[in-house]
């Protein structure tokens, strides 16, 4: 359901495999309502989540927990939550590695003005808005987002040998010609091809522009009112036992990893992810990301993390030519784990405000 939400047929095919590898009911993946009702239940958390994460309210996580029959826990809750919110972010590392080499099937219509325009240009007065033409929509088919490579390269052999390991041991075909499932063994790759529209129930629901320069005021996610390090991390560790010292550790490591091009870029580029998510750091000029990040990185960046599906096809590939590949691996950690921790912060402030209510 989460990877579905950015077309992401890489994830949904591997989910896909892993879910039958441990005995999962195959009528389920025909599609979203095939699935059992409580799961379905998550549909719209999880399109929330995916695009508008602003829009994540008391009222979805109310839903959720009294449903009668098909309700949810609170440890059950933020289990699924950090799932989706997981999910979600990986999207965007994949098709920012250029790992999911399929075009989407039914690709999802931008809306709010293009991927060059945030709330940090608003607030700076940053130039005016870039015009339609750089929509994902307008304009011409592109190469993958990253320049090809040998990682690349590599991952794209393995899958065409599993797919020629698939036609040997012979074919089965499940779910009305929408699956295709090998039993393998375990060190052998498993190869999946589902739909993905098959578990999205609303293809129209996209990324919308959290700020828009017209308006007199933002209702913005302040980092002081309620951050990660002081509210998240407890309340997640409290209702999901040690997942909260297990997401920490990751976005501890995230921090720490060396940068050649300073921690000042890496600050600027974590504050712009949030930025577009609506979330503010009072402590943060953010006349400093128009500084450090040029037109096009921020093209990119924005491109990956609101319009994933889109970033390998039609939008500009990351800049900056003389990045090695491990440092444009690094930008496309920096981007996951930002935005994953954007969603789990809205997630989270919300069930604290269902909590205390």
């Given at each position: 359901?989460?990877?579905?939400?950015?077309?992401?047929?890489?994830?949904?095919?591997?989910?896909s495999?892993?879910?039958?590898?441990?005995?999962?009911?195959?009528?389920?993946?025909?599609?979203l309502?095939?699935?059992?009702?409580?799961?379905?239940?998550?549909?719209?958390?999880?399109?929330?989540?995916?695009?508008?994460?602003?829009?994540?309210?008391?009222?979805?996580?109310?839903?959720?927990?009294?449903?009668?029959?098909?309700?949810?826990?609170l440890?059950?809750?933020?289990?699924?939550?950090?799932?989706?919110?997981?999910?979600?972010?990986?999207?965007?590392?994949?098709?920012?590695?250029?790992?999911?080499?399929?075009?989407?099937?039914?690709?999802?219509?931008p809306?709010?003005?293009?991927?060059?325009?945030?709330?940090?240009?608003?607030?700076?007065g940053?130039?005016?808005?870039?015009?339609p033409?750089?929509?994902?929509s307008?304009?011409?088919p592109?190469?993958?987002?990253?320049?090809?490579?040998?990682?690349?390269?590599c991952?794209?052999?393995?899958?065409?040998?599993?797919?020629?390991?698939?036609e040997?041991?012979?074919?089965r075909?499940?779910?009305s010609?929408?699956?295709?499932?090998?039993?393998?063994?375990?060190?052998?790759?498993?190869?999946?091809?589902?739909?993905?529209?098959?578990?999205?129930s609303?293809p129209?629901?996209?990324?919308?522009e959290?700020?828009?320069?017209?308006?007199?005021?933002?209702?913005?996610?302040?980092?002081?009112?309620?951050?990660?390090e002081d509210?998240?991390?407890?309340?997640?560790?409290?209702?999901?036992?040690d997942?909260?010292?297990?997401?920490?550790?990751r976005?501890?490591?995230?921090?720490?990893?060396?940068?050649?091009?300073?921690?000042?870029?890496?600050?600027?580029i974590?504050?712009?992810?949030h930025?577009?998510?609506?979330?503010?750091?009072?402590?943060?000029?953010?006349?400093?990301?128009?500084?450090?990040l040029?037109?096009?990185?921020?093209?990119?960046?924005?491109?990956?993390?609101?319009f994933?599906?889109a970033?390998?096809?039609?939008?500009?590939?990351?800049?900056?030519?003389?990045l090695?590949?491990?440092?444009?691996?690094?930008?496309?950690?920096?981007?996951?784990?930002?935005?994953?921790?954007?969603?789990?912060?809205?997630?989270?402030?919300?069930?604290?405000?269902?909590?205390?209510?």
């Amino acid at each position: 359901m989460a990877a579905a939400r950015h077309h992401c047929g890489y994830l949904v095919s591997l989910h896909s495999a892993q879910f039958l590898r441990v005995g999962g009911d195959p009528l389920w993946l025909q599609g979203l309502e095939s699935a059992p009702p409580r799961l379905r239940h998550l549909d719209h958390i999880n399109k929330v989540l995916a695009h508008r994460p602003w829009l994540t309210a008391r009222s979805h996580i109310q839903a959720l927990l009294k449903n009668g029959e098909q309700c949810w826990s609170l440890a059950e809750l933020v289990q699924a939550v950090v799932l989706l919110a997981h999910c979600h972010a990986l999207c965007s590392f994949v098709f920012g590695s250029g790992a999911d080499v399929d075009p989407p099937q039914t690709p999802r219509v931008p809306l709010g003005t293009p991927p060059g325009y945030c709330y940090c240009d608003a607030a700076n007065g940053n130039g005016a808005v870039p015009p339609p033409s750089n929509a994902p929509s307008d304009r011409t088919p592109r190469r993958r987002s990253l320049d090809s490579s040998c990682e690349v390269a590599c991952l794209r052999e393995r899958i065409q040998k599993a797919q020629e390991e698939k036609e040997r041991r012979g074919e089965r075909l499940l779910n009305s010609q929408t699956l295709l499932y090998t039993d393998v063994d375990e060190e052998d790759e498993l190869v999946c091809a589902a739909d993905p529209s098959r578990f999205d129930s609303d293809p129209a629901f996209g990324y919308q522009e959290f700020a828009r320069r017209e308006e007199d005021h933002f209702q913005v996610f302040r980092v002081q009112d309620y951050s990660w390090e002081d509210h998240g991390f407890s309340l997640a560790n409290r209702l999901y036992s040690d997942i909260g010292h297990l997401l920490d550790d990751r976005f501890r490591k995230v921090a720490a990893l060396p940068s050649p091009r300073g921690p000042d870029l890496k600050r600027a580029i974590w504050n712009y992810i949030h930025c577009m998510f609506g979330i503010r750091y009072d402590d943060y000029d953010y006349g400093e990301v128009n500084q450090l990040l040029e037109r096009g990185m921020k093209l990119y960046i924005k491109s990956v993390t609101c319009f994933p599906d889109a970033s390998k096809g039609p939008l500009c590939p990351l800049p900056w030519a003389p990045l090695k590949p491990a440092e444009k691996v690094h930008i496309n950690v920096l981007i996951m784990e930002a935005r994953l921790q954007a969603e789990l912060l809205y997630a989270l402030r919300a069930i604290t405000q269902y909590m205390i209510a």
